[in-house]
């Protein structure tokens, strides 16, 4: 690169910086089943704009950008796509002027090694994650959800990554009586399209992914508290996801309110 292009580059990087200097980002974190992408939904509607890493991740491979083609090669042989490339792939969806004033991520980070990584890239634009929100729920709340979730098996359907619960969101066929109660005969109230099961939705999975999140989330909802920026929702089966939604509004407003944004000449220079 030579000097113009630095200089451009430096430009470029000046107004983007300007452009967020308001910007506000937030994570949503929990265990699997804790109702993360339901939020994640909910939020959207609101008109928050959400990044979950799968999504992140499958838009890239759609592209064929550098990161995503590298990315697609881990997934194709079923391994986990390494952390510093998952991150890289999140900070391209994330330069995206759809996130200049800021935005939520669904499930990021999730490791303390890619908190690090998330802080480098949110800093370059003068940014930073002012928010990592815990949805707290028991294991026992958390296997009793996922015993009873059902998803529609229609990529394409509203409700594809809204699920079902069949006590507490359960399609009309179950709540008017019409249900044989045969798993085969569920089906989805806005496509018609079969109702599934996750297959990691088994109970023994469901403990062995607990225990790896209790694991892994640990050190960085430390690493959040230490910050004093960590809010926890407690999330029981009584809470409605528009109750868990308000409750996430509420404290993404209030932090927002505490925060006072970057300004000024020196801002724009990343000084």
């Not at 949503?28 to 890493?53: C, D, H, I, N």
């Not at 359907?157 to 507490?168: E, N, S, T, V």
């Amino acid at each position: 690169m030579n000097w113009v292009q630095r200089q451009v580059e430096a430009l470029r990087l000046g107004f983007k910086r300007w452009r967020r200097r308001n910007a506000f980002f937030f994570s949503l974190s929990g265990a699997p089943g804790s109702g993360k992408g339901t939020q994640a939904e909910l939020l959207s509607a609101e008109g928050f704009p959400m990044l979950g890493v799968g999504d992140a991740l499958r838009e890239q491979v759609r592209l064929k950008t550098a990161i995503g083609l590298e990315a697609e090669r881990y997934m194709l042989e079923g391994k986990l796509v390494p952390t510093p490339l998952a991150m890289a792939v999140i900070g391209a969806a994330l330069s995206a002027p759809r996130f200049d004033g800021g935005g939520g991520l669904d499930g990021a980070p999730r490791h303390i090694n890619s908190v690090g990584l998330l802080d480098a890239q949110l800093a370059q634009w003068g940014c930073a994650l002012d928010l990592l929100i815990l949805l707290d729920a028991s294991d026992e709340v958390i296997e009793e959800r996922c015993a009873f979730r059902r998803l529609c098996s229609n990529r394409q359907c509203k409700r594809y990554r809204l699920a079902y619960h069949l006590h507490f969101d359960p399609p009309a066929a179950v709540c008017d009586g019409s249900w044989s109660g045969l798993e085969e005969d569920l089906s989805c109230d806005l496509c018609g399209s079969p109702l599934v099961r996750r297959a990691d939705d088994k109970v023994e999975t469901i403990r062995e992914r607990l225990a790896v999140f209790h694991q892994e989330s640990g050190p960085i909802i430390e690493v959040f508290a230490k910050r004093g920026c960590l809010c926890v929702i407690n999330v029981n089966n009584e809470m409605t996801p528009q109750d868990v939604c308000k409750e996430v509004l509420a404290a993404v407003k209030n932090a927002r309110a505490a925060r006072r944004p970057g300004k000024g000449l020196k801002f724009f220079l990343g000084r």
